[in-house]
């Protein structure tokens, strides 16, 4: 009698670690919080994130890891250059059908590309791992950094739209971006990183 093999669901996706030419991208652990809140702890980064609030401490970095392992509505990964952490790349399930691509560097690893680097592995892993047609992220308008990023990767923008920023708190204008499969099949030439499972 055959039985029948249950694929990943959007909360079972098995947890691995994604690498590329520089750097190293694995699920964060209570290990981290250290790390994890004193890059986070700066203004310039919660003011462009919509959730992270300001100031970031510890006690943040906890409960999101512990959240995490909770089984929650993400799938996150820690960016590592050199054995060190240098920010979070991920995708925020909102809805079954709905995956939106979320970044965030320290602020000493801004312009090196690694934004691009780690956002290009994770949209390789979503598209691979997954079967939705899109995925979509955003950028503040007074970011051109993380615009940047996301047309490097071969999103396409759709408009703007107003967002609640936490540390802000208030609303922002939000250039708003998709990538559809058949986009990044034709853009697959980017991909040098590998996966293992853990």
């Known amino acids: 009698m055959l039985q029948d093999i249950?694929?990943?669901?959007?909360?079972?996706?098995?947890?691995?670690?994604?690498?590329?030419?520089?750097?190293?991208?694995?699920k964060p652990t209570l290990a981290d919080v250290k790390a994890i809140a004193r890059l986070a702890n700066d203004r310039r980064i919660a003011e462009n994130t919509r959730r992270l609030p300001h100031p970031y401490t510890q006690d943040d970095a906890i409960d999101f890891v512990r959240a995490l392992g909770a089984g929650g509505r993400e799938t996150v990964f820690l960016i590592e250059n050199n054995h060190t952490p240098i920010g979070m790349v991920g995708i925020d399930w909102r809805e079954e059908t709905s995956a939106e691509l979320g970044y965030w560097l320290g602020v000493d690893y801004w312009g090196q590309g690694f934004g691009t680097e780690a956002a290009r592995a994770v949209i390789d892993y979503f598209f691979e791992e997954f079967d939705l047609d899109q995925l979509i992220s955003g950028a503040r308008v007074v970011n051109p950094s993380s615009r940047n990023i996301l047309e490097k990767c071969g999103f396409q923008w759709g408009g703007v739209e107003l967002h609640r920023f936490e540390a802000l708190g208030s609303s922002s204008p939000v250039d708003c971006f998709r990538l559809s499969r058949g986009v990044w099949t034709s853009l697959k030439r980017w991909n040098n990183s590998t996966r293992r499972e853990s």
């Open 6 to 26: 249950p694929t990943p669901t959007l909360r079972e996706a098995r947890a691995c670690v994604l690498e590329t030419e520089r750097l190293t991208l694995r």
